[in-house]
């Protein structure tokens, strides 16, 4: 089971590492002032598995007017792509 909740300060150092660990270095770096530099309209949810509440992905996402929400990016760790 999975649980998708807001990143929040709980999340941000296990999330980070889970980037770093598959994305490498320089995306963790980009994800960070991502995240620093966060706009009213943009969210990034975080996917914890239950067992071990450890991050396995995420997505960012940007409201749009009208209640609309735009899918920017999402992410699964490799080894659980296709579950």
């Known amino acids: 089971m999975v649980r998708v909740t ?9 999330f980070l590492q889970m980037i770093e660990t598959h ?3 320089e995306r963790k770096i980009e994800l960070q ?3 620093n530099n966060l706009k009213d309209n943009e ?5 914890i598995d ?7 992905g995420y997505s960012k996402t940007t409201t749009l007017t009208h209640g609309l929400i735009k899918l920017d990016y999402i992410y699964v760790i490799p080894t659980l792509r296709r579950e």
């Open 6 to 14: 807001n990143l929040t300060n709980e999340h941000l150092e296990n």
């Open 23 to 25: 994305e490498g270095k």
């Open 33 to 35: 002032t991502a995240l």
């Open 43 to 47: 969210d990034y949810l975080v996917c």
């Open 50 to 56: 239950c067992e071990s509440g450890l991050p396995i």
